[in-house]
């Protein structure tokens, strides 16, 4: 075992007497002799690695561990979960691909969520159609939920309301029974969510989804849910159930949620106040000419109200106070 190391011990040796050598260089040389046969040794068992395998590239070193290939950053994010529930992670999956394209989070039907608010709604729930339902639901048929303004729904309530839902019915027929309690929208959505405290949580994480001004958007929504179902379209006052298109129009740029409505309202349905001429004869479309996207009913109101005063027609009116 020795063989080689005595062979290389020797040549130290030998080389020491032919030449002057310091104790330095007798050190040295009984080093890389010792080295050597430390080398051969470990090679001879198998503990240096092979010189084919030594430098594998770059992509395939930084995924191997221990012999197993780790997943690419985004999958093994997708992957992550406080528990090792697999069913949960695929409801969850499931949800989201049911969300995301597919279903509108306002009123002028963008379908395109932010990532976070959608793994908001779906986080938690073993049924990955319940959640979408569910916003859908408590979304779009506001018109249910009662004609106060405290009862408007928007998108982060019904989220809110559905977030982690196995049951696409349950949140929904509970919220009915408590606002027909008097409870205000946060309180019935607090107790039908198992949120049931007088302050309304935090959604953590959740932004709101699409791309145009948040603020805008979130007001447009809220309009179009305090106008469908509550304010009248035609002057009889009988008819509540808008063509959605005619909302977004009417709801359409304003960051004031009731004031659109609440103009409309006003102009069509105090039109005896306005004059007896034909001229003087404010029919819906008119109305909601006058008042799409405005910021302030009354100001609005106001200047249309003198405008006829002045004996302006209608159409007149709306151009001076548009």
């Known amino acids: 075992m020795l063989t080689r190391f005595r062979c290389c011990a020797m040549l130290a040796i030998l080389t020491l007497c032919s030449a002057p050598a310091t104790a330095q260089d007798i050190e040295e040389l009984l080093l890389n002799a010792l080295k050597d046969f430390a080398e051969q040794k470990a090679e001879e068992a198998g503990l240096l690695p092979q010189e084919q395998n030594s430098e594998l590239p770059a992509q395939e070193t930084s995924l191997i561990f221990h012999g197993v290939a780790l997943p690419e950053p985004d999958v093994f994010y997708s992957l992550h979960t406080d528990t090792n529930n697999h069913s949960s992670v695929s409801a969850e999956q499931e949800c989201f691909d049911r969300v995301q394209g597919k279903q509108a989070w306002n009123a002028a039907g963008n379908t395109s969520w932010n990532p976070s608010s959608i793994r908001s709604l779906c986080q938690g729930t073993t049924l990955g159609s319940a959640p979408p339902s569910c916003f859908n639901t408590a979304m779009f048929h506001g018109a249910a939920w009662g004609k106060r303004v405290q009862d408007t729904m928007s998108w982060s309530l019904a989220s809110r309301l559905c977030q982690g839902t196995n049951s696409a019915t349950k949140p929904i027929n509970c919220l009915k029974s408590k606002l027909k309690g008097k409870r205000t929208l946060n309180d019935a959505i607090d107790v039908c969510s198992g949120r049931n405290s007088k302050t309304p949580p935090v959604l953590t994480g959740v932004i709101l989804p699409g791309t145009l001004k948040p603020a805008k958007q979130l007001k447009e929504t809220e309009c179009y849910n305090y106008v469908q179902g509550r304010i009248a379209w035609d002057a009889a006052g009988k008819s509540k159930k808008w063509n959605p298109e005619n909302i977004k129009q009417l709801c359409e740029g304003t960051t004031s949620a009731y004031s659109?409505?609440?103009?409309?309202?006003?102009?069509?349905?105090?039109?005896?106040?306005?004059?007896?001429?034909?001229?003087?004869?404010?029919?819906?479309?008119?109305?909601?000419?006058?008042?799409a996207g405005t910021n302030n009913a009354q100001q609005v109101t106001a200047c249309f109200k003198q405008a006829i005063q002045q004996n302006k027609s209608v159409t007149q009116a709306i151009v001076s106070c548009r």
């Open 260 to 291: 659109p409505g609440n103009c409309f309202s006003y102009v069509l349905h105090k039109g005896s106040q306005w004059g007896k001429k034909s001229k003087h004869r404010v029919t819906w479309r008119e109305a909601s000419k006058l008042c």
